[in-house]
């Protein structure tokens, strides 16, 4: 796990600094195109800067610090939002490729960008630290924390199979078949265009850009997440909520 400590400290100065660059691109083009990306790289900076120490100090001395059920509690919380979040908002972003390459006119009033954009950007967040306040926080289940497991063991919903999967189905395994889905779709509808598009060297430039961002970026979260997906699913079927630790440890 020490690989990981200088990756992680390059990877503070070089977010910031690409979250600097793309909120100070010209206003209207961000907002339609990078707006997300700010999000995305905004949260992969705070769960590098939090979560991921918390994982740094486990794997360094094979016991959580602080040793607090609070601090599991919330560790918990935020793994679980950080998880969601890139996922739906990487599936939202596949979405909205679609709508920019080839329906652009959706975004042409003020009323329509909003509606289109942030609004919601909102409603994904906010459903988010909603769900997971309803599932960790305020669960009546009693957790039993472990303290020489990384993120304490397992919080206690996880034990409630119709919870469990709920937050599996609707809020892993949809928005990675989205992810999936939309951009096949993506690349099939940009491939069957090209021609059309090709007259217009200016928006073709644009669509090919992108698309091969949207693709990369939806690439590289498939990737991350599949082992996770794998040994959830393997989870499921052994009735085992802690399958898988031992490979972590």
Known sequence: MLIFVPIDVISIPLSILIIHYLYRKNYEHRILSDDILIVLISISLIDIIFQ???????FKSSYVWPSSSIYCLIWNYFSYLDYYLNLYL????????HIMIFYYNLFNTAV????????SLILIILYGIVVYICLIILNSCENSFILSKPWCGRVCF?????????????????????????????LIRVI???NRIKQNRFIWRKCRKLTIQ????????????????????????????????????
């Open 52 to 58: 991921q120490l918390g994982v740094l100090i486990y």
């Open 192 to 194: 069957r265009q090209k």
């Open 112 to 119: 329509r960008r909003f509606f289109f954009h942030k609004f």
């Open 158 to 186: 996880i034990f409630n199979r119709i919870e469990y999967l709920y937050d599996w189905l609707i809020n892993c395994v949809l928005p990675i078949c989205l992810i999936i889905v939309l951009n096949i779709i993506l």
């Open 214 to 249: 949207m693709i990369s970026i939806s690439s590289i979260y498939i990737i991350c997440f599949l082992l996770s997906g794998i040994i959830t699913i393997l989870r499921i079927l052994l009735s085992d909520p802690y399958f898988g630790f031992n490979v972590i440890q």
């Open 90 to 97: 990487t599936a939202w972003a596949s979405i909205q490729r």
